[in-house]
């Protein structure tokens, strides 16, 4: 194994069993929350949709965060690095209070669009209720974390995130069941896990701006330039997640079932989705650190190592998926109707892994080489394809399984887009800037 190999494990590792706490987080809420029965499932899955579209949209925090810090870094400028990343932290207190205080008010018209019946309505609205107070922490948690990778610090955030996910599955049964709350209790158990994981790593980065005599003042300047670099990647991550909401307000139109065995696949898709973007990070932090310090073939080096573990990773995951998709259905419902809808979804999903392994990966190496107006513009085309298709699929009547068919010609066509991107030099530009 070369020590190109070895350093992009070292991140690859620590960043998977980070990253893969947050759907976790997701998959124990939804075995837990499946067992209190259908509406109930349906009602996590659309209240998912809504909270995961709402901090998906700012997950350029992170990645915006760990490109900029890992280019400072590369370029032997710790202390701006850390101006950098308070400035993201900061940026991300302002906007979860925001964006929790709207999810709050409009709960009710939001359920009312995603639910598949009045019963599911009511539940998803009582849910979001509760948990919008758990979007503030989140995307702290994620420009804390984003900083840090970009200092190579991928420790802290993989031992906070393991503990909670820990607290939120003690805490999510002892209030579902022990306390007898219900779904209520599953969006408490959320909204605790994640404001404890938010102080532990926002106190690390305060600690390491200390050490660099980086000062943690809240700073316009640096408020704003985050919030300005991280506007092509928020374009682009909206048009991702207007992939997924219109799925789900699709897969509602076919009925409780549907919507259901929906949740299920997609939890397992963000499941997978992370783990792969484990690869994306180290793409990420690696290429930052490189065209940071003005090594263009580095650079290039880089990105094709990283694309073949992309690649092998999705192969293995794929593989494992497609074998178990029977009894990965079993373990999340008893519902035989939910089953069946859910298995040729899984088959699906796992069919076009190893395409998203080298998805994930090239578009963590231009994440990290600041490339987001044509990641914005790649997104955009994606959507332009997509949409059409799915709506044709509901008009038409075609079926739950036809989505996610869509799904893989989403994912296929954001291969082509970001493949032709790397094969040109335009996005290799070096300098700490």
Same mark, same amino acid.
């Given at each position: 194994?070369?020590?190109?190999?070895?350093?992009?494990?070292?991140?690859?590792?620590?960043?998977?069993?980070?990253?893969?706490?947050?759907?976790l987080m997701l998959m124990a809420d939804t075995a837990i929350v499946g067992h209190l029965g259908r509406a109930e499932l349906?009602?996590?899955?659309?209240?998912?949709?809504?909270?995961?579209?709402?901090?998906?949209?700012?997950?350029?925090?992170?990645?915006?965060?760990?490109?900029?810090?890992?280019?400072?870094?590369?370029?032997?400028?710790?202390?701006?690095?850390?101006?950098?990343?308070?400035?993201?932290?900061?940026?991300?207190?302002?906007?979860?209070?925001?964006?929790?205080?709207?999810?709050?008010?409009?709960?009710?018209?939001?359920?009312?669009?995603?639910?598949?019946?009045?019963?599911?309505?009511?539940?998803?609205?009582?849910?979001?209720?509760?948990?919008?107070?758990?979007?503030?922490?989140?995307?702290?948690?994620?420009?804390?974390?984003?900083?840090?990778?970009?200092?190579?610090?991928?420790?802290?955030?993989?031992?906070?995130?393991?503990?909670?996910?820990?607290?939120?599955?003690?805490?999510?049964?002892?209030?579902?069941?022990?306390?007898?709350?219900?779904?209520? *209790? +599953?969006? !408490?158990? #959320?909204?605790?896990?994640?404001? @404890?994981? /938010?102080?532990?790593?926002? &106190?690390? $980065?305060?600690?390491?701006?200390?050490?660099?005599?980086?000062?943690?003042?809240?700073?316009?300047?640096?408020?704003?330039?985050?919030?300005?670099?991280?506007?092509?990647?928020?374009?682009?991550?909206?048009?991702?997640?207007?992939?997924?909401?219109?799925?789900?307000?699709?897969?509602?139109?076919?009925?409780?079932?549907?919507?259901?065995?929906?949740?299920?696949?997609?939890?397992?898709?963000?499941?997978?989705?992370?783990?792969?973007?484990?690869?994306?990070?180290?793409?990420?932090?690696?290429?930052?650190?490189?065209?940071?310090?003005?090594?263009?073939?580095?650079?290039?080096?880089?990105?094709?190592?990283?694309?073949?573990?992309?690649?092998?990773?999705?192969?293995?995951? *794929? +593989?494992? !998926?497609? #074998?178990?998709?029977?009894?990965? @259905?079993? /373990?999340?419902?008893?519902? &035989?109707? $939910?089953?069946?809808?859910?298995?040729?979804?899984?088959?699906?999903?796992?069919?076009?892994?190893?395409?998203?392994?080298?998805?994930?990966?090239?578009?963590?190496?231009?994440?990290?080489?600041?490339?987001?107006?044509?990641?914005?513009?790649?997104?955009?085309?994606?959507?332009?394809?997509?949409?059409?298709?799915?709506?044709?699929?509901?008009?038409?009547?075609?079926?739950?399984?036809?989505?996610?068919?869509?799904?893989?010609?989403?994912?296929?066509?954001?291969?082509?887009?970001?493949?032709?991107?790397?094969?040109?030099?335009?996005?290799?530009?070096l300098g700490s800037t």
């Amino acid at each position: 194994m070369s020590s190109l190999d070895r350093r992009i494990l070292a991140i690859t590792v620590p960043a998977f069993a980070a990253l893969i706490c947050e759907p976790l987080m997701l998959m124990a809420d939804t075995a837990i929350v499946g067992h209190l029965g259908r509406a109930e499932l349906a009602a996590l899955g659309a209240a998912s949709t809504v909270l995961s579209t709402i901090v998906g949209l700012c997950v350029f925090l992170a990645y915006g965060s760990t490109a900029t810090v890992a280019r400072h870094q590369g370029a032997g400028e710790p202390r701006r690095a850390l101006e950098a990343a308070l400035g993201g932290v900061w940026l991300a207190l302002l906007i979860g209070l925001v964006l929790g205080a709207f999810t709050s008010v409009a709960a009710r018209p939001m359920a009312r669009a995603l639910s598949s019946s009045p019963a599911v309505a009511d539940l998803t609205t009582e849910y979001l209720r509760i948990a919008a107070a758990s979007i503030p922490a989140v995307l702290l948690v994620l420009a804390a974390t984003g900083a840090l990778r970009g200092v190579l610090d991928l420790r802290t955030p993989l031992v906070v995130m393991v503990a909670a996910n820990v607290l939120n599955v003690v805490l999510t049964v002892a209030l579902v069941y022990g306390a007898g709350l219900d779904l209520r *209790g +599953a969006a !408490l158990g #959320l909204v605790l896990a994640q404001w @404890a994981a /938010a102080l532990a790593l926002v &106190a690390q $980065v305060l600690r390491r701006s200390r050490e660099t005599e980086a000062s943690p003042r809240l700073r316009w300047d640096d408020v704003a330039r985050a919030a300005r670099e991280g506007v092509p990647l928020l374009l682009r991550t909206l048009s991702l997640r207007a992939v997924l909401l219109l799925a789900t307000l699709v897969a509602a139109g076919f009925g409780d079932a549907s919507l259901a065995a929906h949740q299920i696949a997609t939890t397992l898709v963000m499941f997978l989705a992370f783990a792969l973007d484990a690869f994306a990070i180290a793409a990420q932090t690696l290429t930052g650190h490189s065209l940071g310090a003005g090594d263009a073939e580095g650079t290039r080096h880089v990105t094709r190592r990283v694309i073949a573990w992309g690649l092998g990773f999705g192969i293995v995951a *794929g +593989a494992l !998926l497609a #074998l178990t998709a029977p009894w990965v @259905a079993r /373990a999340f419902t008893p519902d &035989a109707d $939910v089953r069946a809808a859910a298995v040729p979804a899984l088959l699906l999903v796992a069919l076009i892994q190893p395409i998203s392994g080298v998805v994930f990966v090239l578009d963590g190496v231009l994440i990290g080489a600041g490339d987001g107006v044509y990641l914005a513009w790649a997104s955009l085309i994606t959507l332009l394809i997509y949409a059409p298709v799915a709506l044709l699929i509901r008009a038409t009547d075609a079926g739950f399984t036809w989505l996610w068919a869509a799904y893989a010609l989403f994912q296929a066509t954001r291969w082509v887009t970001l493949w032709l991107r790397q094969r040109s030099d335009r996005w290799l530009v070096l300098g700490s800037t």
